[in-house]
């Protein structure tokens, strides 16, 4: 059983179009991120969501837009792609902990290429 | 806000050494975590510690609160291995997110 699981793992399309990635956790976490990897492998928070409320949303352009049904599920949609959102977009949940994340548990990452 | 350094940035080794690899970060934390990234892509949480020293197999995760610093020893070193490894903390205490190290890339030849 994968315990956090994302689709699809790889994405190619042209600039202007709108994609969605989909993120499930059958962990029982309250927790869920997207994390961006860039091309220099650097990753970087971009929301979390703790029980379907959002509650970081770093200085992400509102062009890529997150939505959490419940809380195992977490998809982020992205409008009007752009060259520069060509990155690996990971997936992540842990437990939240008083005083930060509890460990992280990865999807496998989503690549997505911008032609 | 925290920032985090490791380092080697990379480091090439020979089966069975010992390798360490260190993170400093400049904020105090609740938690520091090492997560492992393969060669494939995947990430994987390898310790959460917040004081003392962890131990899962060959790997050995340290941590010293005072200095704000950490280090990741593998004992016995093998081409399985290699991978990319980062350290990761809260930028505040008690922000549910990570800030990032800029990873360390391990490679160890047969």
């Known amino acids: 059983d994968t315990a956090v699981s994302q689709t699809p793992k790889y994405l190619v399309t042209q600039m202007g179009n709108d994609k969605s990635i989909k993120c499930e956790q059958n962990?029982?976490?309250?927790?869920m991120y997207w994390y961006k990897q860039d091309s220099k492998k650097f990753l970087k928070i971009m929301f979390s969501?703790?029980?379907?409320?959002?509650?970081i949303n770093e200085t992400v352009p509102n062009r890529f837009s997150p939505k959490s049904p419940d809380k195992a599920h977490l998809n982020l949609h992205i409008n009007s792609l752009e060259l520069g959102d060509s990155a690996v977009y990971f997936c992540?949940?842990?437990?939240?902990?008083?005083?930060?994340?509890?460990?992280?548990?990865f999807g496998e990452g989503s690549r997505l290429t911008v032609l | 806000k925290n920032e985090v350094e490791q380092s080697p940035q990379n480091l090439t080794a020979q089966e069975g050494e010992f390798i360490t690899i260190n993170c400093s970060y400049s904020?105090?934390?609740?938690?520091l975590h090492w997560l492992q990234q393969h060669p494939g892509g995947g990430i994987v949480s390898l310790f959460m510690?917040?004081?003392g020293k962890k131990k899962h197999g060959r790997l050995i995760a340290t941590i010293n609160i005072q200095e704000k610093h950490s280090s990741l020893h593998i004992t016995a070193s093998h081409p399985r291995d290699s991978a990319v490894y980062i350290c990761a903390v809260p930028p505040i205490q008690g922000a549910q997110k990570l800030v990032f190290g800029q990873g360390t890339r391990l490679t160890i030849n047969p």
């Open positions: 510690l917040s004081s």
């Open positions: 969501y703790n029980n379907k409320e959002l509650i």
């Open positions: 992540a949940s842990s437990q939240g902990l008083a005083g930060g994340p509890g460990e992280l548990f």
């Open positions: 962990l029982g976490h309250d927790t």
């Open positions: 904020v105090g934390i609740s938690a």
